[in-house]
């Protein structure tokens, strides 16, 4: 592990938890930089939207069934925002249909472009949180699957392959097979590892908690420190993080509001970055 403090999550694309999550693992990343390794475990949250259809609304249709599972699995969505202030929006929200029973297509597709590309696996799989809680379009489809992966610059022939030749099947079974291995029955969970030293959290817990955490397995030896905040640094960060909303700007460099990010965005060209509707779009 190269000394790194490495913390998998198991997870679904579709989760809003792990979404709300987002804000606190990019402070993670500016408080540990380099000696900090994020990974994912495909876990596929619902393998069969029918197990959690209410039976009395199957009575009248399947269609009707999923439409009043997708009402409330919005409200759920919804309740989550609160967690961290992750914009989360549900207009016209549809993620599942008679013909996408399913959010493995979102886990088999995270699978084939970390097989593809592992260097852009951790944007991809930000990009279709985006369009899955934020956007509202129904991933559980390939046709919104594919519109995602032209948006993370990734050549959709060679992610077809990868996602229809079983490679990635076979890479997502592996993912089934370890999340059942250690016991892992609720998403999302975080193994935190360094240097043969492990602890598996099946819980939410805070920023504190995992420096805590951190702290104690590395014998109290890695310690979290403040980024540097200027141009250069705060340009770089968005250059690695090409969309990401306000709220995890002000989490990673540890302003006291948004409002504060955004007067020091005002340092950066505006023909460097589109702000709207609390996120950023940098333009490289």
């Not at 579709?14 to 990019?26: D, H, K, N, V």
Request: aromatic share 12%; glycine share 2%; net charge negative.
């Amino acid at each position: 592990m190269n000394d790194k403090i490495i913390i998998t999550t198991f997870t679904d694309p579709m989760m809003g938890l792990s979404w709300e999550y987002e804000p606190t693992f990019r402070k993670l990343e500016a408080h540990f930089r380099d000696i900090i390794e994020f990974r994912y475990i495909m876990s596929v949250l619902v393998p069969n939207v029918y197990r959690l259809v209410d039976s009395k609304d199957m009575r009248i249709s399947n269609e009707f069934a999923l439409k009043k599972y997708n009402e409330r699995l919005a409200k759920i969505y919804e309740s989550e925002e609160a967690i961290s202030g992750m914009p989360i929006n549900m207009n016209d929200f549809h993620l599942f249909s008679v013909e996408n029973t399913s959010s493995r297509p979102l886990n088999l597709a995270y699978k084939a472009v970390q097989l593809l590309d592992k260097n852009k696996a951790g944007l991809f799989l930000y990009n279709l949180r985006y369009a899955t809680v934020f956007e509202c379009r129904q991933t559980t489809k390939l046709e919104e699957i594919l519109n995602v992966v032209k948006k993370t610059d990734i050549d959709c022939e060679k992610f077809l392959e990868f996602y229809n030749n079983g490679i990635a099947e076979n890479a997502l079974n592996h993912d089934l097979i370890l999340t059942k291995e250690l016991g892992i029955y609720t998403l999302p969970a975080y193994l935190i590892q360094h240097n043969g030293k492990n602890a598996l959290i099946r819980i939410l817990i805070e920023y504190e908690s995992f420096i805590s955490v951190i702290k104690d397995i590395s014998n109290g030896k890695i310690l979290p420190q403040n980024p540097e905040l200027n141009v250069e640094t705060f340009s770089e960060f968005l250059n690695k993080h090409p969309l990401i909303s306000l709220l995890e700007l002000k989490e990673t460099f540890d302003f006291e509001d948004t409002d504060g990010v955004k007067k020091f965005l005002s340092q950066i060209p505006s023909e460097k970055y589109v702000l709207k509707d609390d996120f950023i779009k940098f333009l490289p």
